[in-house]
Structure formats: C-alpha cells, structure tokens
C-alpha cells in the first residue's frame, strides 16, 4: 500500500506543478464569468444557461486533464527512464499501474473540486440560493465516471505506441460515448437484424459515462436529486469498470519485457 | 599451491541463464542475447562486468531486476529468484543516464523512493541527509531536479541506489557522459561504498577505473562469459594492463574489428 500511495503523491505533485490545470480553469474561469457578465432582456433563466455552459466547459476540461494526464504516465516513466530504477525496488507491475491510477484519479478529484466550488459560487451568485447536496452527488458521479476515463487511457498507454494517439482515441472514445450511448438502443431497435444485435451489444459494453453527465439535469433544472438506490449501484458500475480496465491493463503490462 | 575454497554463499547468483529475443520482423529468426551464463558475486566484492556493446552485460542486469524474463535458467539475488519483488529488498540500482522526475527536488525524489522501502519516518530524513552528503548534493537538496547538471543528475541517481543502505548495488555504466571531475567524483563514491563493505556490481566501459576499482570482473562476448576472476591474475597472466587483456580475451584485433563493422550484427538489448 505504501509503494501505491508514493507513487500516487508523484503523480498528484506533478499536475500541481504542471501548468496545465491553471490554464484550463482560467479558461473555463473566463469564458463563464464573460457569459455571466451578459444579461439579455433581464432574462430570468439566463442563470440556467450559465450554469449549462459552465458545466460543459467543466466536462471537456476534466476530460483533457484525466487523458493528458494519465496517457502520459507510463511513457514519460519509460521515455525518462525512471521506469527503471522504480521497477528495481520492491515495487510490482500491479502496484505501479495502481499508483498511476490512483494518482491521476484523486488528481481529476482535486481539479473538479475547484471546478465545482467556482460553479457553485458563480451560480449562488445569480440565483441567490445554493443547493449543496446537488453539486455534490453530481461531482461524485463525475469523479466516479473519470475512474473510467481514467482506467481506459491507463490501459491505451500500454496498448498504443504514442502518447499522442493514446490521448487523442481516448478522447475520441470518451466524446463518443457521451455523445452517442444514449441513443444506442433506440439505433438498435431500429435496425434489427445481425446490425442491431451488434449496436446493442455495444451499447451494453460500453461504459455509461452519459448517467454522470446527465447529473447536469437536478444542477440545472432542479430535478428531483437520484436517492440511493439509483447513486449507488451507478457507484458500483464505475467502480467495476475502471477495475475491470486495470486488470486488462495488468495482464498486459505484467509480462511485457522492459529493455534498458 | 593451495585453491581458495568460498563458504560464504553468493549474494548474486545465475545458473546457465539463456535469454533470447525473437526479432519483431516476419522470419526475422532469434538472437540469442545470453547463452548459459554462470555468475557468482560474494559479500563485500566490487565486481566488474565487462563487454563490448552488445554482450549481454545489460540483458544480464535487466533478467536481475525482474524487467526480462530468462528464457531458461535462474538468477537469484540473496538466494531470493529474481521473479519475486522482495528478492530487490535489498539492492540498490542505478541505470545508465536517467532523467528522474524533473518536477521534483532532490529530497523530494528520495522521500519518494524511501516510502516505496516502507523506511519509517524518523529514519527516512536522517537516511535522505546521509546520502544527499554522500553524494555532495546537500546544498542542493531543495533545488528541482531539472535545474542539475548531468554530473548531478548521475550523483542524485546513486543517491536513490543508496536510500534503502543496499547491501547490493547493481550499477550499469555509472560514469557514462559525465566529464572528468563527475567522473572521479562517482569513482571517489564507489570507492567509499567498497571500503564499508558494500557489495559492487558494476558495468563499464571505463578499464582504467575497473582496474582500480573492482576485485574481480567478467568478461562478456556475444552472450557467453569469456572470462572471470582476479583483476590481479587477469592482468598477471596476459602480463598488460587490464585494458590489453580485455581485447584480446574478447579476440579483438583490428582485422576482426573491421570486419565487425562491415557487418554489423543486431542489438537485442
């Protein structure tokens, strides 16, 4: 547990120091202080949009830290050669793949916390009342569904040859889910066939990153918040998902001759 | 004449270790890069490992830190296979020209490497203050990584090697690209680390340093021990220094070495 949490704290002080965060807060910062700026008609809703707007900017902006982020571990090891004298303590494959991810996971928590608190304010601001509980579960179910992000660029950093083209496909996949899994079994039942056997199957493989994003829904037109026994088993499902990434990343990793 | 007769077990051990690697390449066949390598390296022993590039020296270090698997054979450290995480307890490793995490200081990187050897925490700073003496980089122990110079970048490198007071230390070519006085500076640690009583295992491409360092060494050639023993006797029998002996154990003349070059043979590792 040791050797998992030193590693963990290298990654965590690396994303401090790194000036990548910054750079995408003040962004994120920027873009909906200058929407909030703006009021059209004394339009009462406009806190809405605000907070629609913000909460994308948020998703896109913790997608881009967990991939570049994550992608970048194991390469920057090898490519630095750090790998090296880290292996050659008693350190195991597993322990440092969990290290990473951990790592990178409570790095994505502290970048959404900011994230969320700078929500909460700005949004407090216009509507003069703030909802805590909401911003709560629905930071935890985003913190949950970047366990998975997460697990996924872990597993392409030892699949792809490049961090580049590891960044960019998980990227590529995490958008696409959010974009289209909703939508998949609907496709499927249209389709039929051998065609819509496979839509569906992948519609059941893919992980629900959408149940996360669709917390956007009681943030912003205050909906009834999901009680338990819906939080709880989506908990479970990221929980599973990310531990089912890791341990395809391990099997990988576990055999894999590393070359001086 | 009366043969010298160890008792004591050897700290670092392979018995007929093989390592192939089969070339990535359609029909590219496989390069035997070890070929049954039998070592022995006894407490308290500087030990030299010598070969031209492409010998083996490096695939052999790899098979002993766990980062290659043997193809058939055994190597074991502290009688522990070489398989099994505890089996490094007790080592401390430097490889050849490594960037470490340039975000960090340098106590930083060892606090770091301390914690992985689960070294308490009372412990764990006096043991950061020795080594960063040791190895001259106390003044800048709260300096970033990435403002070092090579020459500190190597001494910070034998720093983390030394943080868990190994009882072996596994170094592959440790004065590699550094100038003179970075040179004689890691020479000058070695030689303090032998003479507590350190185990040494080292490559180099630097003779003249293995001369005065190390007891014994092993010569390596295309995978195979060529040679092993007593610096002294190596050097007594060829009647050279250990730089002459070493080409021409390895049947190096500059024939052959043209001939090398004409058809230069893959690296496996």
Redesign the interface.
Known sequence: M??I???A??VL??MI??KDFYVLFIITALITLVMGSINIFNDQSIAGYLKELALLLIWVCSLVIAIATTARQLYAEKE???I?????????RAQLLLGKFFGCWLACGGALLVFYLFLAIVAASREHSLDVGSYVIAMLLHWSALAVVVGMALLGSIVFAAPSSNGTICFIVAVAILWLERHLNTVALQTGGILGTITYLVYFITPRLDWAFDAREFLIFHDPMPGFTVLGPALLFYAAYASMLLLTAWVLFR?R???? | MCAVIRIVEPILKTENLRVEFRSKEVGGGVKVALNGLNLAVYPGETFGFLGPNGAGK??T??VL?????ATSGDAFLFGQNVRE??A??R?G????????????TAE?LLR??A????IPKSEREQRIDAVLKLVELDHARKRQIKTYSKGMQQRV?LA??LI?NPDLL?L?EPTSGLDPIGRMKVREIIQRLKNEGKTVFFSSHELGEVETICDRVAILHQGELKREGQVSDIVREYNCDLEQAFLRIIGHTPQSAAAAEANPQPQA?
């Open positions: 040791n050797a949490w030193a590693i704290i290298v002080k690396e120091r790194r630095n050669r750090t090296f004298p880290l292996l050659a303590k008693p350190v195991s055999r001759a590393l070359n001086t | 490096t695939t270090m790899n830190l766990g980062f290659v698997n995480p505890i490094r307890q080592i490793y430097l490889p050849e020209l490594t960037y470490y995490y340039k975000f960090l930083e770091f490497y914690r992985i050897f689960n490198g983390q090697a868990n596994i592959d590792a």
